[in-house]
């Protein structure tokens, strides 16, 4: 699968996820579903800083609503059964470089703004020399 599907399938998953509970919180929103449908020990080892337990397709199947499995498998142009098997592989690194230091981040935007943030930092520590604070 290229790496555009995939995104398109962690975007979907993202962007499309609902559960109740969460509020505005997409990211936790996901997580809390996977742990109602019974991976809340695969998905603290994804949050947590050990080793990330593996997930089957067919466990996300259970997991995810059929409409959000659906709408997900149609923008990455891909059948429902794969793009649960494409996510069992790729959301156990994708929550866990998501989820740095073991926390969950309030939104999407903080997501964002972390992200941008250690960027800029791996940046700054390269970059010496070129006027930009160093990160220590």
Request: hydrophobic share 40%.
């Amino acid at each position: 699968m290229a790496g555009n599907d995939l995104g398109s399938l962690l975007g979907g998953v993202l962007g499309g996820s609902q559960a109740g509970g969460s509020g505005g919180n997409i990211p936790g929103a996901l997580l809390d579903m996977l742990a109602e449908s019974g991976l809340a020990e695969q998905k603290d080892s994804w949050v947590g800083t050990g080793a990330n337990q593996s997930v089957t397709g067919a466990q996300i199947q259970q997991a995810l609503p059929d409409e959000t499995l659906q709408q997900v498998a149609e923008q990455a142009g891909v059948t429902p059964d794969q793009a649960a098997d494409e996510l069992a592989q790729v959301l156990p690194r994708a929550v866990d470089k998501l989820t740095p230091g073991g926390q969950v981040p309030a939104s999407l935007d903080e997501l964002v703004k972390q992200q941008s943030l250690q960027a800029d930092r791996r940046l700054s520590v390269r970059a010496p020399g070129t006027g930009a604070a160093r990160a220590d």
